[in-house]
C-alpha cells in the first residue's frame, strides 16, 4: 500500500511539470528540400537582394523639427559682470 501511495503522489507532481513543458516538434516532417524549391529559394533571395539595392540612399536630415529651430544658440555678446557678496555688480575701479 507504501508503495502505491509513493507512485501516485509521483505522478501527482510530475503532472503540473509535464503541463508546463513547451509541445516543440524535434523531427520536422519536411527537412528536405527537391531541387525546385532550393531554385525557386535562390531566386527569391535574388529578388531580395535586387530589390534592396533599388531603395535610395536617405540624403537629407531626417528631423522634423528642423524647419523650426533656428540655426544656432545665440552666444553671449560680452561676458557677465563679476558679483560682489552682496550681490551687487561690481565697480571697475575695485
Known amino acids: 500500500m507504501r ?3 509513493a507512485v ?3 505522478v501527482l507532481f510530475t503532472a503540473p511539470a509535464l503541463a508546463q513543458m513547451p509541445h516543440i516538434n ?3 516532417e519536411d527537412k528536405y528540400k527537391t531541387d ?14 535586387d ?3 533599388k531603395i535610395p540612399d536617405a540624403k ?4 522634423p523639427w528642423g524647419a523650426v ?8 555678446a560680452h561676458p557677465a559682470k563679476p558679483k560682489t557678496k552682496t550681490g551687487s555688480a561690481a565697480k571697475a575701479g575695485q
Open 8 to 10: 501516485v503522489v509521483a
Open 3 to 5: 508503495i502505491l501511495s
Open 60 to 63: 537629407g536630415s531626417s528631423d
Open 51 to 53: 530589390s534592396l539595392s
Open 69 to 76: 529651430r533656428s540655426d544656432a544658440p545665440k552666444a553671449a
Open 26 to 28: 524535434m523531427l520536422p
Open 36 to 49: 525546385d524549391e532550393r531554385e525557386q529559394d535562390k531566386a527569391n533571395q535574388k529578388a531580395y537582394k
